[in-house]
Nanobody, 127 residues
Framework: QVQLVESGGGLVQAGDSLRLSCAASGRTFNGLAMGWFRQAPGKERDFVAAISRSGGNTYYADSVKGRFTISKDNAKNTVYLQMNTLKPEDTAVYYC????????????????????WGQGTQVTVSS
């Protein structure tokens, strides 16, 4: 069973930056595509960003494109979400997700595609 643990959340001012980390357990990290989702107060959980298991392909939600960057370090069994120019609208609980993929270049974009989920980390952006 793959376990995911998010960290790096906190309270920041609008325009600031924050980096989230997601550490994966087990020996299957190299076979995992990874994604980030978020759930704002009173809203449904939405897609943020994802990366293929090879690390060579990424996809972003329009709301974060150009501001957020997802990356994957197979040697450290960790995926990151670098968040720049944060806005109050980015306030949410951020969840790390993972799934095994047969294609090294495939980027899962939908919540239903993911098998493993972390517990979430709170990100609050004040104005």
């Amino acid at each position: 069973q793959v376990q995911l643990v998010e960290s790096g959340g906190g309270l920041v001012q609008a325009g600031d930056s924050l980096r989230l980390s997601c550490a994966a357990s087990g020996r299957t990290f190299n076979g995992l595509a990874m994604g980030w989702f978020r759930q704002a107060p009173g809203k449904e959980r939405d897609f943020v960003a994802a990366i293929s298991r090879s690390g060579g392909n990424t996809y972003y939600a329009d709301s974060v494109k150009g501001r957020f960057t997802i990356s994957k370090d197979n040697a450290k069994n960790t995926v990151y979400l670098q968040m720049n120019t944060l806005k109050p609208e980015d306030t949410a609980v951020y969840y790390c997700a993972a799934t095994l993929t047969y294609r090294s270049d495939y980027v899962p974009r939908f919540q239903s595609e993911y098998t493993y989920w972390g517990q979430g980390t709170q990100v609050t952006v004040s104005s």
